[in-house]
């Protein structure tokens, strides 16, 4: 059994899906929001070829990539880059949940993608309730398109979703399909006395979700969850190979530390923190396939003109370092965890968030206390 109740079952077995939304979730078909190639499981499916494994593979709580590259033609052994797809179902049901969303209200919503997730807030609000924006124009038609054949006409726009949408203002919510590096002031104003729920963070930690309530020309609000969204299109960072972001190793300068590059490995605390001071930089553990136990950890520059790599070797009580580049990236890594360590090792729930007219501020336990 593969439609809409077999998802509902699964995802009610997880105990996802809040109040108010198992009718949407049972009502709204997946597949009427995806084309005959998907990508699911790290796997290219066909409907045409095989239309069991399609099925199965939508009507379950997994994510399926639907676009690469921006739609771009991708030569073998290329980057391949993921930048469009239908989201996890019970990730978008806990950023629904998180919106608090209620009959009656106004939504703004960007990046509409597939359509799916705007398919499900207008049939949980009416359609006229709903706007979308996706900056593909591809997308933006395909998902209009997918909306309309599903029985669903919410606007759907074509344009930069940091503008958000201010023809069709004010809004109640705005919510974000993607990951953005900070919150535009125009969702603000846009909803003035609303709340907006967005992935937010850099290259470092851009998975929390930042959930802000508006008033006053400001928000204010906290961060939660683990989401993993692709980045916004406007300036995204580089992305590719790790031989892309490695060059003139031989000249690379070594040192060693006392700090395990693992310590904050897998600390999702300590990662957020660091990611504050390195929004424009990346990490990648390369874990030996030896049996040894070693690893490396790289830390890469989004500009690419910097690389650090740490080694960690089991028992050892300290550990190589190599870095080239302007930047020291392991250093400002490391001095990062350190200043966080003095903090006394605060968890990201003690963090929040506020956005003005003047820019934006991360701070710790009070808007007062203000660490980046």
């Not at 995806?34 to 069991?52: F, K, N």
């Not at 359509?115 to 807030?121: E, V």
């Amino acid at each position: 059994m593969s439609c809409p109740a077999r998802l509902l079952e699964i995802l009610t077995a997880q105990g996802a899906v809040p109040d108010g939304w198992a009718d949407t979730v049972g009502a709204v078909r997946r597949e009427w929001f995806l084309p005959d190639t998907i990508e699911a499981g790290g796997a290219t499916i066909r409907r045409s070829e095989s239309p069991e494994a399609w099925l199965a593979a939508v009507y379950d709580d997994q994510h399926i990539i639907t676009q690469i590259n921006d739609g771009r033609e991708t030569p073998e052994g290329a980057y391949r880059l993921p930048t469009s797809s239908s989201s996890l179902p019970s990730i978008m049901l806990e950023m629904l949940d998180l919106l608090a969303v209620r009959e009656g209200q106004r939504v703004l919503e960007l990046g509409a993608a597939t359509g799916y997730h705007a398919a499900w807030l207008a049939h949980r609000l009416g359609s006229e309730q709903v706007t979308s924006i996706d900056i593909d124009p591809v997308l933006a038609e395909r998902a209009a398109g997918n909306l309309e054949a599903a029985g669903f006409r919410p606007r759907v726009f074509c344009g930069p979703g940091e503008h958000g949408c201010p023809d069709r203002a004010p809004y109640d919510r705005v919510v974000a399909t993607y990951t953005v590096p900070e919150v535009p002031y125009a969702w603000v104003e846009q909803a003035p006395t609303g709340r907006i729920v967005t992935p937010w963070g850099g290259s470092f930690f851009p998975y929390s979700f930042a959930v802000l309530d508006v008033g006053d020309g400001e928000a204010h609000g906290r961060f939660t969850g683990y989401p993993a969204f692709m980045r916004t299109r406007r300036n995204r960072p580089h992305r590719g190979h790790l031989t892309d972001f490695l060059h003139h190793r031989e000249e690379g300068t070594a040192s060693r530390t006392d700090l395990s590059p693992l310590t904050f490995d897998g600390d999702p605390d300590a990662l957020f923190f660091i990611g504050l001071d390195l929004p424009d930089a990346w990490y990648l553990r390369a874990d030996a396939d030896d049996g040894s136990g070693e690893a490396t950890f790289w830390i890469l520059a989004d500009d690419r003109r910097s690389w650090a790599a740490a080694g960690h070797v089991p028992g050892a009580s300290t550990y190589a370092v190599t870095q080239y580049g302007p930047r020291a990236l392991w250093d400002e890594a490391e001095r990062s965890y350190r200043r966080w360590e003095k903090r006394g090792r605060p968890a990201r729930d003690r963090a929040g968030l506020s956005v003005t007219r003047d820019g934006e501020r991360v701070w710790l336990d009070t808007p007062g206390d203000v660490v980046r």
